[in-house]
Structures are given as structure tokens and as C-alpha cells.
């Protein structure tokens, strides 16, 4: 089964940090995604990315970056943390016909 | 553009009972629809899938999804309800892979199992 692994399940930071939240995925799968996920909202595309060093904005992509400088590995960044990017984060891979595949999330706390 | 409503946010069914999860969604050509089901903490987990072919899709865990393209609808159904089965559910269009073919979300419609 393909394995979709975020470095960090919960995380706090503090207003105006730079944070980095890590993906990476072990099936050689093309596509990658960040989402964000809020309740009542379900889950908002951020960035994707089709190969490496290639992304493109999701719906929501104001305050954050992505890197893919792997094939594997599917960064999302938040330049200067704010309030109101306290949020559950999914990454998630796809290849082909198969459905998507995420990890577990990370779960984070600006404050 | 596309999207996915659920119309319901919560919905408590007895164990035992009968379950069906409504969808609707919204795409300009033959969509590809998900059900995923997310257990407290957890990330999610794909139930089933439609992409062609039979309209009635088997899943996971004795789920099952009907598609209905004159009604624009990917209903999920359980016959009898299990307690492990609380959880959030997820309904998902989108495209074949590639450019552009990106995964949309519904709101999410959180069960609830009495005993």
C-alpha cells in the first residue's frame, strides 16, 4: 500500500514564524497536494504539484508556499504564521486512476 | 466550476439501522467521485470509488455508493450500522490524473451511532 508520511502530527508555533510542514510519499506517485481542513468547511485545496519542481495554486493559496524539489517530498510552507492558519493539514498523493491517498495530518497551533 | 454539497452536517442513526449519506456535486464532464471517511485524529481513508461503468459501487467496510448523473447525486448507503462506524464522511469530485484534475471536498457530514 502506498504510504504517505507528515513529519509532525501536532505543532505549535508562534505568530511570524516561519514553518515548515513536511510530506513524503514511497510509491513514486506524480501528484502531490496540500490541503487544509476546517470544520464545517471540509477540506480546501492549498497548492498541488504534477512533478518536480512543477506546482500550481490551489483554492486557498494566499499565506503559504509549496516546495518539490523530490519526487517524494512535498513541502508547504507559511512564510509569517498567522492566527488564522490554525488548521488541520492533509497531504495527499495520487497516481493514475487510483484514488488519492493522504497521511495523517498535522495538526497546527498558531498562536 | 466544481463542487460537492452535503446537504447533512450531522446525522444520528441506532446501530443496526439503515444508513444513507447524501451528495451532490457539480462538474462539467464525466466526474470521478469518492467517498472517504475520517475517524477522530485521523487522516482518511478512501471507502470507494466511481470512475465508469456500473452505477452501483461496492466499498469497504459494507458500504456502497449509487451514482445518478440525471440527479447529479453519489449517495452512500449502509444497511445496518455499526458503533465503529461513527466518524466524518467525505464526498470528492473531480478528474482523471493529470494537470489540473484537482480532488473537491464536501463540508463533511459528521454520524453519530446510538446503541
Known amino acids: 500500500d502506498v504510504k504517505v508520511t507528515q513529519s509532525s502530527r501536532y505543532l505549535v508555533k508562534r505568530t511570524g514564524e516561519k514553518v515548515f510542514l513536511e510530506c513524503v510519499q514511497d510509491m513514486d506517485h506524480e501528484n502531490m497536494f496540500w490541503y487544509r481542513q476546517d470544520p464545517g468547511l471540509g477540506l480546501r485545496l492549498i497548492y498541488f504539484s504534477y512533478d518536480v519542481k512543477m506546482k500550481e495554486k490551489g483554492d486557498i493559496p494566499e499565506g503559504y508556499s509549496v516546495s518539490r524539489e523530490k519526487k517524494e517530498r512535498f513541502s508547504l510552507i507559511l512564510e509569517s504564521a498567522s492566527t488564522n492558519q490554525t488548521s488541520m493539514y492533509l497531504c495527499?498523493?495520487?497516481?493514475?486512476?487510483?484514488?488519492?491517498?493522504f497521511g495523517s495530518g498535522t495538526r497546527l497551533t498558531v498562536v | 466550476a466544481q463542487s460537492v454539497t452535503q446537504p447533512d452536517i450531522h446525522i444520528t442513526v441506532s446501530e443496526g439501522a439503515s444508513l444513507e449519506l447524501r451528495c451532490n456535486y457539480s462538474?462539467?464532464?464525466?466526474?470521478?467521485l469518492f467517498w472517504y471517511v475520517q475517524s477522530p485524529g485521523q487522516g482518511l481513508q478512501l471507502l470507494l470509488k466511481?470512475?465508469?461503468?456500473?452505477?452501483l459501487v461496492q466499498g469497504i467496510k459494507g458500504f456502497e455508493a449509487e451514482f445518478k448523473r440525471s440527479q447529479s447525486s453519489f449517495n452512500l448507503r449502509k444497511p445496518s450500522v455499526h458503533w465503529s462506524d461513527a466518524a466524518e464522511y467525505f464526498c470528492?469530485?473531480?478528474?482523471?490524473?493529470?494537470?489540473?484534475?484537482?480532488?473537491?471536498f464536501g463540508a463533511g457530514t459528521i454520524l453519530r451511532v446510538k446503541s
Open positions: 466511481y470512475f465508469s461503468g456500473d452505477t
Open positions: 462538474y462539467g464532464a464525466t466526474p470521478y
Open positions: 470528492a469530485v473531480g478528474g482523471p490524473s493529470g494537470y489540473g484534475n484537482k480532488l473537491v
Open positions: 495527499a498523493s495520487r497516481q493514475g486512476t487510483y484514488g488519492y491517498t
